[in-house]
């Protein structure tokens, strides 16, 4: 007897249950693969996210809120931050009739080169944005969106100020997902000043770039975890006590805030983290 008729015929004489067979098998490796390959994707992506230098700080109320331009200085002076740069949202629009197409800040020059040290933007393009006033940084996405080259003269009208300024692109920011537009914060405050007798005494967002990533991501572990359970309780406190009985659901909110907390470590095991590097 010839085997492979003999197992042709019996793989061919029920197609659905071959079918679900080899689906099975499939499924079966797929899933030991996965398994495999996880814990080794999931330490890389760790790695990744940990070995990043930079935070963003902003107002504890959301993105939207702006802090006193005097937290910079107060940020640049606590132990571990190497460099950091504020975020002030002009909202230009270059085409008036679509709005803001792309995000455009005003921006401290000096500490670009440290703070964004990784994006690798040409130096002499860096020194270029410090001498000019109404110089601009823009994101390679953004230039071959717009057709734009260094040297060109961009005007973007405030959707935010009552201004409407004109920019000379001496440099971009050496990535096609970049949209950003980085202008000088002086020529802003400058402009103000003109236009309405007050400058700029607000900012957005401050990016940080600090000397030992592990600390800050222990930090920032320890500050989520306690925000979670405050939060979780709280709003267990608003709905005077219900989140304990199964009319709402804010307890379960508040237990998945103490499950996750120990998740990646404890807020104890990261206090004493933190403690030890300072």
Known sequence: MKFLPFIWRQLTRNKLRTALTAGAIGLAVALVCLLLTMPAGMDALLDDVASNSRIVVHNEAGLVYPLPYSYLQKIRAKQGVVAAASWTWFGGAFREEKGVEFPNFAIEPDPIGVVWEDWGID???LEDFRRNRDAALVGRGT???NQWKIGDLVTLKSTVFPLELQFRIVGE???ARAPHFWFQREYL???LRAATGNGLDILGTVWVR???PA?????????AG???KANGKSCIQVHGG???TAEVDAHLYLKRAIVLDTWFGSVDDHSEAVAITL
């Open 143 to 145: 230039l071959d969106a």
């Open 210 to 212: 600090v000397d030992d």
């Open 226 to 228: 306690d925000a979670a």
């Open 123 to 125: 130096p002499k393009q």
């Open 242 to 244: 219900m989140g304990f």
């Open 189 to 191: 405050d400058q402009a």
């Open 215 to 223: 600390r800050m991501v222990a930090a920032a572990k320890i500050t």
């Open 173 to 175: 920011i050496p990535s």
